[in-house]
């Protein structure tokens, strides 16, 4: 299946994805696909109505697309909302300088929700911290690689990506994947 790509550029949507809820939705959407709204808030732990403004916000700026349902539930058909693609991607505004402000509010939320996400893990009974199934981890190192070690990290990186943004034909249990690159200023020389 090929994959759609689409690329996070405007300051709104930028400013958009610097909000929690409104991440984590477009995280859940390409995570769990097409979903509505009632279905979507069960996924996040809350009401449809916590969720409904910030799904039409989403919609507005492009970031998500809804559509009416086949009407497989009773009633009249629900509204369906799916990501703008299957991989979300910021790359294009991460060249600008003058999105900087706006994606490192981005980074703050995400890794705030990242740290809530590890918390909250610690009372799940579906966490395994060591082994081949290990779903609950921290990492944090400093380095100091070679040009050829950080084209092979980043290599591992874009494999981490792409399994994580592949849908699995028979998924388990949800899990959350962050991680940071950032260079480092050098040591001041004495």
Not at 78 to 102: D, F, Q
Not at 103 to 126: C, E, G, H, T, W
Not at 136 to 150: D, E, K, Q, V, W
Not at 153 to 171: F, K, R, V, Y
């Amino acid at each position: 299946m090929q994959k759609k790509v689409y690329q996070v550029v405007t300051k709104a949507q930028l400013r958009a994805l610097a909000t929690t809820v409104r991440h984590d939705i477009l995280d859940r959407l390409t995570a769990l696909g097409p979903l509505s709204v009632r279905q979507r808030a069960e996924a996040l732990g809350r009401q449809p109505t916590a969720i409904y403004q910030h799904l039409k916000k989403l919609e507005q700026l492009g970031l998500v697309r809804g559509k009416r349902s086949s009407g497989r539930e009773p009633g009249r058909p629900a509204m369906v909302y799916e990501a703008a693609g299957s991989i979300i991607r910021l790359t294009n505004a991460a060249k600008r300088n003058e999105n900087r402000k706006a994606l490192a509010k981005i980074v703050r939320v995400s890794s705030m929700q990242a740290a809530r996400d590890l918390d909250a893990a610690f009372s799940n009974p579906l966490r395994r911290v060591t082994g081949a199934l290990r779903n609950h981890t921290f990492f944090r190192a400093i380095s100091a690689p070679s040009r050829a070690r950080l084209a092979r990290i980043n290599a591992l990186l874009q494999e981490l990506e792409d399994l994580t943004w592949s849908p699995d034909p028979n998924p388990g249990p949800l899990i959350s994947v962050a991680w940071f690159v950032a260079p480092l200023k050098p040591p001041r020389k004495s």
